[in-house]
């Protein structure tokens, strides 16, 4: 079975500053995907960022990007120059490489809280 | 712009009545699925549905049932609701098939409160 930990309730960060989300996996495929996604207080989760278990490089979109170590099973999400309206819950999710259909499993999630 | 939608943002039920939950996608995805969201838990997969009439159990799927009868309608029946299944419940499609890089597509949540 999958499983994903985050192991940060709650995270500060001044803004402007860059801030890094962890986020750990346990699974024994050997393809699978990593994502994060963001929950503003809306409740709608929003989709950042994407890296498969093959892919050599670490992944980027604008200002996330995703640390992705695969030796020690961890893809943690690094915001750089963080903004007020970074301020959201954050979620780790993977979906497994072996009959998985799409499901997601998430992380229990990290609220970020920007501060001026 | 692709579109997932749930019928409710909020909603107040009585314990013991049997609740629907409706999700509706406008983008021709194969695959539905049923989230519960609770602090500290994250999300966890109640039923996923991957063509019409077909659906599988998830993690947590003792009290739910689910219902699709068209492809772009998935809903989430609470047969009898009782109070531990407070929650905010979250509805998302995705392409058919099973590729690790095929993500999900979110609708806004309902909050349920059952009293």
């Known amino acids: 079975a999958q499983k994903i930990t985050q192991t940060q309730p709650g995270m500060f960060v001044q803004e402007k500053e860059a801030v890094t989300l962890d986020c750990t996996y346990d699974t024994s495929d050997q393809s699978y995907g990593l994502f994060w996604y963001k929950q503003p207080s809306s409740g709608e989760m929003i989709f950042l960022i994407y890296q498969g278990s093959y892919d050599e490089q670490n992944a980027t979109e604008g200002r996330y990007s995703l640390n992705f170590q695969k030796a020690r099973k961890s893809a943690n999400l690094v915001i750089s120059a963080s903004q007020l309206g970074d301020s959201a819950m954050y979620f780790c999710?993977?979906?497994?490489?072996?009959?998985?259909?799409?499901?997601?499993?998430f992380g229990t999630g990290t609220q970020l809280k920007v501060e001026l | 712009d692709v579109k997932v939608t749930q019928s409710s943002r909020y909603l107040v039920k009585r314990t013991g009545e049997k609740v629907f939950l409706e999700c509706v996608q406008d983008?021709?995805?194969?695959?539905m699925f049923w989230y519960r969201q609770d602090p500290g838990l994250g999300l966890r997969l109640i039923y996923f549905s991957y063509d019409v009439k077909m659906k599988e159990k998830g993690d947590i799927p003792e009290g739910y049932s689910v219902s699709r009868e068209k492809k772009e309608r998935f809903s989430l029946i609470l047969e009898s609701a009782s109070t531990n299944q407070t929650s905010m419940y979250l509805c998302?499609?995705?392409?058919?098939?099973?590729?690790?890089?095929?993500?999900?597509?979110f609708g806004s949540g309902t909050q349920l409160s059952v009293l």
């Open positions: 983008m021709d995805h194969e695959n």
């Open positions: 999710a993977m979906i497994p490489g072996r009959g998985g259909g799409n499901k997601l499993t």
């Open positions: 998302a499609s995705s392409l058919a098939g099973d590729r690790v890089n095929e993500k999900l597509f």
